[in-house]
């Protein structure tokens, strides 16, 4: 199997020996030769939802240069996951995952769509959303789109029809709705979905609550920030029932129903199965900001070091934990501040914390940041995912010095134009202080945690 990724050194870690992972660009139809050559069956698994600007546009321009490729390549096959929906008044969203189909399909290759409801299980962002909502909310107000009707389908039960789709008997293209055992509405879902984590929630209903609205109520109560939000909302109001049953007929697929799959994805979320968020996606930052064409002015860096008399694992242990629940160790509630305002111009903001508490993976998320290099002991690279006039890194090392380390704290810029000169010297002060006090803490705790190891290791 071969996986086409932007960042394929996100993506490595993760796959089996089975698997080679290579770089490409749907944006750039140069980088998808290669990817495409000797492949028999292409899946397409893409979409532009979180992009700045028209991500209808994107979605199509994207598809075409995907179709194109696969043709000149001989694909002999391409299977694409889309979204379910009747046809009419479509919302901006679903009518761009239907457009996709009809570009792959009228490509000359053989394409089966599957046009899925919600799906439940981890990575999927409407589950993702109604989970964040029913876990931090014991009273929620509820919009109109709460009652629309769905028929959600089980991840497992969607990843068996793509791959039944390979030996699919066929030289035409299709398609197929496919859908769980059971009809249910948004409301119905976080009731079941709160009913089997033992919670007890309240729902209220208050129709008037406009879709922009939503989104930005959305942004600051789940992980999912306004910009995504209010696209999604606009498709909540599609019901989503299969019309077409011809997938169980040509399938030997039987979907689970709303409670099995409401049931296996806690289990799989309990066993830490899961190894996808949605919000782990390079495309939950929105539109990914490269630097061909664009002139960066010179990159200023803040450099600050500190020494401990600890092993390097007890002078980084603060540092792999940094972030999310654990906090940023000075200035948390400035933090806050600078996730909600980047929250509000379109940014993640600060809702999407880290998987893991203890040891970050490389391509993870840790709130507005993202994990570009990581080393046990030794390094921690994280990379800005705000808004800001420019790119912006930080950093920490541990070196070993003596009979302690040293811990090396860089925060980097590359400012585009005046605004983004602008933009780092008038917070230079605030950032001296705010990243100084953050090291220090980080070589306080390194320092008591080792002398706690040594006072209990001595008693």
Request: glycine letters at 10%.
């Amino acid at each position: 199997m071969r996986c086409l990724a932007r960042r394929p050194e996100f993506l490595r870690r993760r796959v089996g020996p089975g698997t080679e992972v290579v770089g490409g660009d749907l944006t750039r139809p140069e980088t998808l030769p290669a990817a495409m050559q000797d492949v028999s069956t292409a899946y397409y698994l893409v979409h532009s939802m979180a992009s700045g600007g028209s991500f209808r546009e994107q979605d199509r321009l994207a598809a075409e240069a995907f179709a194109a490729a696969a043709r000149r390549a001989c694909v002999k096959r391409i299977v694409y996951l889309g979204g379910l929906g009747g046809e009419g008044n479509l919302s901006h969203h679903l009518a761009s995952r239907q457009e996709v189909g009809r570009i792959l399909r009228d490509c000359g290759v053989p394409t089966l769509e599957f046009r899925a409801s919600i799906i439940i299980g981890s990575g999927s962002l409407s589950f993702e959303m109604i989970r964040a909502l029913v876990d931090r909310l014991p009273v929620m107000i509820t919009p109109r789109w709460v009652r629309t009707q769905s028929q959600p389908v089980s991840i497992e039960d969607v990843i068996a029809y793509l791959i039944a789709a390979l030996e699919y008997p066929t030289a035409e293209s299709r398609v197929f709705e496919i859908g769980g055992a059971d009809q249910a509405s948004y409301g119905d879902i976080m009731m079941e979905y709160a009913r089997q984590r033992g919670l007890h929630r309240l729902m209220l209903s208050f129709p008037l609550l406009s879709p922009r609205l939503s989104g930005l109520w959305l942004g600051l109560v789940t992980p999912v920030y306004a910009r995504v939000g209010r696209k999604l909302v606009d498709s909540l109001r599609n019901e989503t029932i299969i019309k077409n049953r011809d997938a169980l007929d040509s399938f030997d697929v039987r979907p689970r129903t709303l409670h099995e799959a409401i049931a296996r994805a806690l289990v799989n979320e309990d066993r830490q199965f899961a190894a996808t968020r949605w919000s782990d996606a390079l495309s939950s930052s929105g539109k990914v900001r490269g630097i061909a064409g664009v002139r960066y002015g010179a990159r200023v860096v803040d450099s600050r070091t500190r020494k401990v008399e600890v092993s390097a694992s007890a002078a980084f242990k603060p540092i792999r934990r940094i972030g999310g629940n654990t906090g940023w160790y000075a200035g948390n509630w400035l933090w806050r501040l600078r996730g909600f305002l980047d929250l509000m111009i379109g940014g993640p903001g600060m809702r999407r914390g880290r998987k893991d508490p203890e040891l970050p993976g490389v391509g993870e998320t840790i709130d507005f940041w993202r994990v570009e290099v990581f080393q046990p002991d030794r390094l921690l690279r994280l990379y800005a995912e705000m808004r800001l006039p420019g790119r912006a890194w930080l950093q920490f090392e541990v070196e070993p010095s003596g009979s302690g380390c040293i811990i090396r704290q860089t925060a980097e810029f590359e400012p585009l134009g005046l605004a983004g000169l602008a933009y780092w010297y008038v917070l230079y002060p605030l950032h001296q202080l705010l990243f100084e006090r953050m090291l220090g803490r980080i070589a306080r705790l390194a320092a008591g945690q080792a002398a706690d190891r040594f006072r209990k290791g001595a008693s």
